[in-house]
Each structure stands twice: as structure tokens, then as C-alpha cells.
């Protein structure tokens, strides 16, 4: 499957974690690849191994087996191509809105002027014109993670993994902010992957979805999104969309209810031995 | 007191509350300090104790006065003479060891601490002996410290270092397992190096338990070093309180004490702003 123009590649892999209750396999042989500018969702119940699975790509965690490699070179450690956005609050709560978002740049050594002029241009992308001087605190958790995103994106990554982006985002907002990513995808030709639990976000904006399934994580099925480009949030209301999210869904339901279940016999177990 | 209780609980503009309640913490300090003083007054007039343990509030002050404001000492300094309070001089002598040990102590500390918070097997073989070190007397060191850095000024120093050495240490190690793990990861994923991660990441993210490590360091340090300065000394703060002791010059050792306690309430306020700043 592996074609030679793919920029990113994941091969096999496989993600233990020791835990008190024994070893847990958070990734099961999991492998796909991406090509360049192509946009990937990963979708899956809860617990499934989604963010292990971007922090390996991401190059933060070791110790798994398989290989992940960026335009035809291993990974280990962080990858200058790769920009990541993380599920977890992660502003600098020392920093003002601007100085986070213009921390990558900071760090690649850009004069004051000049990054702080890219970086107010990061912020108005993602919405946040006139809060520049404000501290994370003063904003809301919508704001914040719209923040950390403005930050990965002036860091201006080949390759994006977003994990969950827009969880803490109304339904509106969401949509929009999913098309100025999806506008900026595009421009830049990124390839992105992201990881998000909103099937109409997925079908919104994939060329290809990932369905991975409940504990172990493991590739269920990929579906290919043929929906014409350009797409904006227009798009929600047609037919085939609606086709691709049923599809979906199908897959989901059954992986969830295993998760559900699951939980509820650990809960179940640990009533009887708390007893 | 009830009364002005009740005012401010009823809900008045939130401006004008705040501004009345700082009035009445203000008026009940004054108060506090207004009774105390009375007490003292009264103690000092009634004959019950000891009229030199208990001196007038006049003689006190008085002394104060001799203490901050009549020069007795020629003190060269660069190529002018100046002739000022002896006082002054003995007050420098004991800023700059503390301020010597606190740089010592402190920036070792520091960095100790980092290297235990981030390294949990260092973390695992010796923080536990830095918890039962740290809240030991360190005064029990200090004959040690005599024997490798003789009587002067290096032993004091010495002791206002390890003495704040143990509260920097252990909270820079615990601020540092504080840190939001992701805050890290985000480092780690803009490719920042060793000191980038340090200067950027985990220093800010440390401020607060770095203050407080700071403020409970500076306070050790004091004892530390003014408790050197009354053994085998002639130099510093206290020298003068002992030796102000040892030849019952009370009122003298009370001014002493007041002066220190304005300079240590100085020093905390600065250390408080820095931390806001
Ligand atoms: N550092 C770790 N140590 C032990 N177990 C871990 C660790 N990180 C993750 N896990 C476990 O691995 C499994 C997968 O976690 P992961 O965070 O990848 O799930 P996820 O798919 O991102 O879930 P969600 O959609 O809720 O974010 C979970 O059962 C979790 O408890
Ligand atoms: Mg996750």
C-alpha cells in the first residue's frame, strides 16, 4: 500500500503501555499512509488509542514497535515537518495571546518585528482579532485551544496532526474555524491529520477517514470521501454527505457499544470487589 | 467591630465596600499596634518586671535614634571617608553575606532541584535525604562550617547558603513534577534544545513554588546568617544584638530587633513584587 510518493507513512505499529492492571495495547498494528496534501480524519470511540497514536507520530513517545517515516526518513523523536495540536489545554498561561502564538517563530529565531506581524496574522485566522494582549486565563476554553492552534499553524508544518481541535467549539463556530483550516489546508497544500469524535466534521472536511476500533486500537476500515473540492459547510446538507455519515456511524455504533459495555463491567467489577 | 461587619456584608457597591473594608483592616492594625504598645507602656511604667527587660517606649526610642542617626564611625569607602552610624556598616556586612549565601544557595539550589524533577532515579536516590535534611537546624553545621571557612565572613556565608539551599531545592523539584505534562510536549514538539526547554518552559512554568522556594529560602538565610554573626563574630547584625545582650543595653537590642523586622518586611514585599512583576 505503501506508494513511493507518500509523504507520511505508518507502518505496523504497535503501542504498549504498562499499567497496574497489566499491559494494555493501546495501538494494535495500525498502518496507513498519507499522501502529500491530503486530509485524514481519524475517528473511533473513546480510549481507543487515537492520541497515542498522533503522539508516536509526533515522535513523543518510544518504545513501540513498528515505523512511522516522513518523506522516506525514520522518525525518531520530533520531526521539523510535523506540527502538532494537542487535545489537552496547552497555551502558556505566562505568555499574552500573541507571544504563544508567536513562540515557534520565537524559537526559530525571526526577528521581534516580523513575527509578531506573522503571528497577529495567526491570530485573526483563527478569530481572535483584538484579544492579542489578553493572558489565556482571561479567555474562554474555545479560545484557548483556537490559541494553541494558531500557534502550530505559524510554525507553518508540512504536516499537521490535529488532536480534537474544535471539542470545545459550538456547533457555529466549529464549522466556520473548520473551513478557514480547511481554506489554509488547501493553500498551503498541508497534509493534515485529525483526530476528532464529530462525524460531520470528519466527512466535512476528509479526503480519507480512518475508523479505528474499540481497545485493542485497530484499523476498521478505511473509507475514501469522493465529495467534490471546494467544500465549505454547504456541503452538510446533501444527499451523498449524508450517505458517507450513516456509513460511518454503522461502524462507530458497534465499536462504541463495545466500549460502553466494557466500562460498565469494569464498573460492575469494581462495585463486587469493593464489596 | 460587628457593626462594621455587618456593613460590609450587606451587599453595598462592590467599589465602595472594598474601599471601606481596607480602611477598617487598616484602623484595626492601628488599633492592634495602639494596644500593644499601651500594654508595653504600662508594663514598662508599672515596676512589675524588671525596668531594664521592659523599657519606656521613650527610652526605646531614644535609643533608636542613637542607633540610626548619630554617627560614631569613620567608614572609608572608595576614596571618600564618610562619617556615619556604626550601625550602617554592620548592616551592610550582613546584606551582602545573605545576599552572598542566597546567591550561592540559591541558583545551586536551583539547580539541584531541576536535575532531581527531572530526573526521577536521581529524584528516587536522594530527595528523601534532602526532606530530612531540610527542616534540621543548621546551626548544628555551623562548627563544621568555622573549620572550613574560619570565623569570617565565609562561615556566615556558608550558613545562610545550606540554609536556603533545602527549601529552593525541594520546591524547584516539586514545582517541576507540577508541570502540565502537554505544556512539555509542546516543547518537545517544536524541537526546543536543553535550554530552550529550561529558559522557556520549565523556569516560567515554575515561577510560583520558585517564589515561594525564594521567600521561605531568604527567611532561613537571615537566621542562618545572623545566627552565625553572634558566635565568635565581631561583624554584623548579630554581633550587635548579642553584643547589645551581653552588656544589657536592652533598649538597644529592642531597637535592633525593630530595625530588622522593617528590613525583613522590605525584603518580602520585594520579593512579592518580583513575583508579580
Ligand atoms: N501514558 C500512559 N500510560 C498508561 N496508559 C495510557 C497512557 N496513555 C494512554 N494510555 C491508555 O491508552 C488508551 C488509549 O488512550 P488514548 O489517549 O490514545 O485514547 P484516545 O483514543 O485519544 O481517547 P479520547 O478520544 O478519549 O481522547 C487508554 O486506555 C489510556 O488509558
Ligand atoms: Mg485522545
Redesign the pocket.
Known amino acids: 500500500m505503501a506508494s513511493a510518493d507518500s509523504i507520511l507513512v505508518v507502518e505496523d505499529i504497535v503501542k504498549r503501555?504498562e499499567?497496574p492492571d497489566g499491559v494494555?495495547t493501546?495501538v494494535d498494528h495500525v498502518s496507513f499512509d498519507v499522501a502529500p496534501g491530503e486530509f485524514l480524519a481519524v475517528i473511533?470511540p473513546?480510549?481507543?488509542?487515537?492520541?497515542?497514536?498522533f503522539n508516536v507520530i509526533g515522535g513523543l513517545l518510544d518504545g513501540y514497535d513498528g515505523r512511522v517515516s516522513v518523506a522516506g526518513e525514520t522518525v525518531s523523536g520530533p520531526h521539523p515537518s510535523i506540527g502538532m495540536i494537542f487535545?489537552e489545554e496547552s497555551t502558556f498561561p505566562w505568555r499574552t495571546v500573541i507571544d504563544n502564538v508567536a513562540f515557534p517563530l520565537e524559537i526559530a529565531g525571526m526577528g521581534k518585528s516580523e513575527r509578531y506581524d506573522k503571528a497577529r496574522h495567526f491570530v485573526g485566522l483563527v478569530g481572535l482579532d483584538g484579544f492579542e494582549r489578553r493572558y489565556p486565563s482571561e479567555l474562554s476554553g474555545g479560545m484557548r485551544q483556537r490559541v494553541s492552534m494558531a500557534r502550530t499553524l505559524a510554525s507553518e508544518p508540512k504536516i499537521l496532526l490535529m488532536d480534537?481541535p474544535f471539542a470545545a467549539l459550538d456547533e457555529q463556530t466549529r464549522l466556520l474555524l473548520g473551513d478557514k483550516v480547511l481554506q489554509i489546508q488547501q493553500d498551503l497544500k498541508q497534509t493534515t491529520l485529525l483526530?476528532t469524535?464529530n462525524l460531520t466534521e470528519a466527512v466535512q472536511l476528509s479526503d480519507r477517514i480512518l475508523v479505528m476500533t474499540y481497545?485493542p486500537?485497530k484499523t476498521k476500515r478505511i473509507v475514501d470521501i469522493k465529495l467534490p473540492r471546494p467544500r465549505t459547510s454547504e456541503i452538510v446538507g446533501s444527499d451523498a454527505f449524508g450517505h458517507y455519515v450513516a456509513q460511518i456511524w454503522n461502524d462507530l455504533r458497534e465499536e462504541a457499544s463495545k466500549g460502553l459495555k466494557d466500562d460498565e463491567q469494569r464498573v460492575a467489577r469494581a462495585g463486587a470487589v469493593r464489596k | 467591630m460587628a457593626a462594621a461587619g455587618h456593613m460590609t456584608a450587606s451587599g453595598a457597591p462592590a467599589r465602595t465596600g472594598g474601599m471601606t473594608l481596607r480602611r477598617q483592616v487598616l484602623l484595626l492594625r492601628i488599633a492592634l499596634l495602639a494596644g500593644l504598645l499601651g500594654i508595653w507602656e504600662a508594663a514598662a511604667a508599672s515596676g512589675l518586671l524588671f525596668r531594664d527587660v521592659v523599657p519606656s517606649l521613650l527610652t526605646i526610642g531614644r535609643s533608636l535614634f542613637e542607633l540610626l542617626a548619630v554617627p560614631d564611625f569613620q567608614w572609608e569607602v572608595g576614596i571618600t571617608t564618610l562619617w556615619v552610624p556604626d550601625f550602617y556598616r554592620h548592616l551592610w556586612i550582613t546584606m551582602a553575606e545573605v545576599g552572598a549565601g542566597m546567591t550561592i544557595g540559591g541558583f545551586s539550589g536551583l539547580a539541584v532541584g531541576l536535575a532531581l524533577g527531572a530526573n526521577p532515579f536521581l529524584s528516587k536516590a536522594f530527595e528523601r535525604f534532602l526532606y530530612y535534611l531540610g527542616p534540621t537546624p543548621k546551626i548544628i553545621f555551623f562548627p563544621l562550617m568555622i573549620m572550613w571557612f574560619g570565623v569570617g565572613p565565609g562561615s556566615k556565608v556558608a550558613m545562610g547558603t545550606i540554609s536556603c539551599f533545602f527549601p529552593i531545592v525541594l520546591s524547584a523539584a516539586a514545582g517541576m513534577r507540577q508541570i502540565e505534562s502537554v505544556l512539555i510536549r509542546v516543547g518537545r514538539s517544536f524541537r526546543l534544545n536543553t535550554w530552550q526547554m529550561v529558559t522557556k518552559i520549565y523556569l516560567p512554568a515554575m515561577r510560583q513554588p520558585i517564589v515561594n522556594g525564594v521567600r521561605l529560602g531568604l527567611g532561613v538565610a537571615v537566621i542562618g546568617t545572623l545566627l552565625a554573626e553572634t558566635k565568635l563574630s565581631n561583624r554584623g547584625v548579630g554581633f550587635l544584638i548579642i553584643d547589645a545582650y551581653n552588656t544589657f543595653d536592652m533598649p538597644r537590642m529592642y531597637s535592633l530587633l525593630i530595625v530588622l523586622f522593617v528590613v525583613a518586611i522590605g525584603a518580602n514585599a520585594l520579593v512579592g513584587r518580583a513575583s508579580r512583576g
Do not use: V
Open positions: 503501555f499499567t494494555l493501546a473511533g473513546s480510549g481507543c488509542g487515537k492520541s497515542t497514536l487535545q480534537e483526530i469524535h481497545r486500537g
